[in-house]
Nanobody
Framework: QVQLVESGGGLVQPGGSLTLSCAASGRNISDYAMAWYRQTPGRQRELVAS???????MYPSSTKGRFTVSRDDNKNTMFLQMSSLQPEDTGVYYC???????WGQGTQVTVSS
């Protein structure tokens, strides 16, 4: 039912910043905890940030202090602000409601010199 479109990825230098967007349609996201994940070939999918309907956030040690997740429920959109990017942050980034099996196409983030 919910459709997700991730955007904002690109090529960035180490130490740079990037902001990703996730536009949802078909369902309002206001009642859902939302999460960002990343996938790199040869590595397992990794949760990088989550945010509850009450806007409580969670970050694993790999992203804490560098990534900030936010949401605009009126626009049915969530965001991921990333800073101090390193090559290990490279991957395809996806958003989804937590517990959902629905995935968009993702957006590629490449951190390279």
């Amino acid at each position: 039912q919910v459709q997700l479109v991730e955007s904002g990825g690109g090529l960035v230098q180490p130490g740079g910043s990037l902001t990703l967007s996730c536009a949802a349609s078909g369902r309002n996201i206001s009642d859902y905890a939302m999460a960002w994940y990343r996938q790199t070939p040869g590595r397992q999918r990794e949760l990088v940030a989550s945010i509850t309907p009450g806007r409580s956030t969670m970050y694993p040690s790999s992203t804490k202090g560098r990534f900030t997740v936010s949401r605009d429920d009126n626009k049915n959109t969530m965001f991921l602000q990333m800073s101090s990017l390193q090559p290990e942050d490279t991957g395809v980034y996806y958003c989804n409601p937590m517990g959902s099996a629905t995935w968009g196409q993702g957006t590629q983030v490449t951190v390279s010199s």
